[in-house]
Every structure is written in C-alpha cells, then in structure tokens.
C-alpha cells in the first residue's frame, strides 16, 4: 500500500518509459474550468476500465453534471439523466447495475470507485455501468464493498473545491457543475510542469490531452 501511495503522491517521477491510461476531465464550476486527471488502473479492475473508455471514446460524460458532493469527502458524477436539468428529481438514478465486480483496492484519498445499488436490491455488488465518485475523506467502511478503478493524480483541489458548494438535500448541487469533457488518453513518461498563478509550479495536462487553442496560448506565453 505504500509503495502504491508513493507511486500516486508525484506523478513528476514517473519514469521516461512508463506507460499510463489517464482520463482527463474538465469541469465547468460557474465561471471557472478545472481539469481532473486520474489513472485508470487496468490491472486491477479489467473489466470496469474497458467499459469506462467505452464510454468516454463515446463521449457519454460530455454535459454530464455532478449530482453529489459532500464536504471533503465526496464527489460523484456520471449518471445520463443529469444531461437534462428538468429531470433533477431523477438524477442519481440512471445508468444500470451490470458490472461484475473487481474489488480488490481500499477506498484512500482520490481512488475513483463504480458507484452501485446497495446490498438488499443488488447482493451481487454489481457496478453501475456510468456512474463514478471521487474519494475526498475516510470511506474506509467501504473497503471490499465497491470496485475501485482509478487513482486521482492531478485535481484533488478542484474535487475538493467541488465538494463545499451548497447542496439540496439530497446532496445535489445548487448550482450546475457540469463535465466539460472527459476523453481517455495513453500517456508516457511523467507528467510535466509548469509556471502557474504567481508563478508557482503547477502541474498540466498531457501535450496529448490539450486542444488547438491550448497549444497555441501554451507556445505563445
């Protein structure tokens, strides 16, 4: 577990000939974009991966909006029906519990889990084929009960900033948090740095995952 948490803690260090699967997502927080990147981790959950670039190779979370945020301890997104604000009554509802499970990571800080039906309606743990969540506090009392699939390794602060807006009570946000766009890219080597806000270090997106325009501001500042 350790040797996992330090391969997470700097993905700087990665090495030159390491290759990863990295999703990439942008989200829209009113007038701010963030972007979130975490690793798909294949080895440890085959199934649920494939099924997650299925659906980000079809553009299913484009639109999508974030339908659960508790504060620093939760974030989930990915269900259909949150493409429709007049079906809010409904969200949190959509997508099917099909997956098999592969439950073989612990919930720790930034793993990216399936989210599922509980145990009286779905005994087999069968994962929702959609919807996602990102861990931001101690679900440690979920361990060997959801399948993780993904390690967040750049964005933790965008999640956190996510999981303090004011919510109903059903824990939906307010105000429309929305998926900008998430796509599935194959990444090698470490992930670059560079000079953000005041010139601080900050991490960026993979040259692989930036658009045109990305490129062009990046060549000409």
């Given at each position: 577990?350790?040797?996992?948490?330090?391969?997470?803690?700097?993905?700087?260090?990665?090495?030159?000939?390491?290759?990863?699967?990295?999703?990439?997502?942008?989200?829209?927080?009113?007038?701010?974009?963030?972007t979130v990147i975490f690793e798909l981790l294949s080895s440890?959950?085959?199934?649920?991966?494939?099924?997650?670039?299925?659906?980000?190779?079809?553009?299913?979370?484009?639109?999508?909006?974030?339908?659960?945020?508790?504060d620093s301890y939760l974030v989930q997104t990915g269900d259909p029906l949150t493409a429709?604000?007049?079906a809010r009554d409904t969200w949190?509802?959509?997508?099917?519990?099909?997956?098999?499970?592969?439950?073989?990571?612990?919930?720790?800080?930034?793993?990216?889990?399936?989210?599922?039906?509980?145990?009286?309606?779905?005994?087999?743990r069968l994962s929702n084929d959609s919807q996602f969540y990102f861990v931001l506090g101690n679900m440690s009392d979920l361990n060997g009960k959801y399948t993780v699939f993904g390690q967040v390794v750049q964005g933790l602060d965008v999640l956190e900033s996510i999981s303090r807006v004011p919510t109903d009570s059903n824990e939906c946000p307010?105000?429309?948090?929305?998926?900008?766009?998430?796509?599935?890219?194959?990444?090698?080597?470490?992930l670059t740095t560079g000079k953000g806000a005041g010139d601080k270090r900050s991490a960026t997106k993979p040259l692989s995952a930036k658009g045109p325009l990305e490129r062009l501001l990046e060549r000409i500042w």
């Open positions: 577990v350790q040797a996992s948490a330090r391969r997470f803690s700097d993905p700087a260090t990665w090495g030159p000939d390491e290759v990863r699967k990295l999703a990439v997502m942008d989200v829209k927080m009113g007038k701010d974009t963030g440890d959950a085959p199934k649920t991966v494939a099924n997650f670039i299925a659906n980000a190779d079809k553009n299913l979370y484009n639109g999508l909006a974030v339908h659960r945020a508790i429709n604000d007049d949190g509802t959509g997508g099917q519990d099909r997956l098999p499970p592969e439950i073989k990571r612990p919930h720790a800080l930034g793993s990216v889990a399936m989210a599922r039906r509980g145990d009286k309606v779905n005994p087999e307010l105000d429309r948090i929305e998926i900008k766009s998430l796509k599935v890219i194959t990444h090698k080597g470490p």
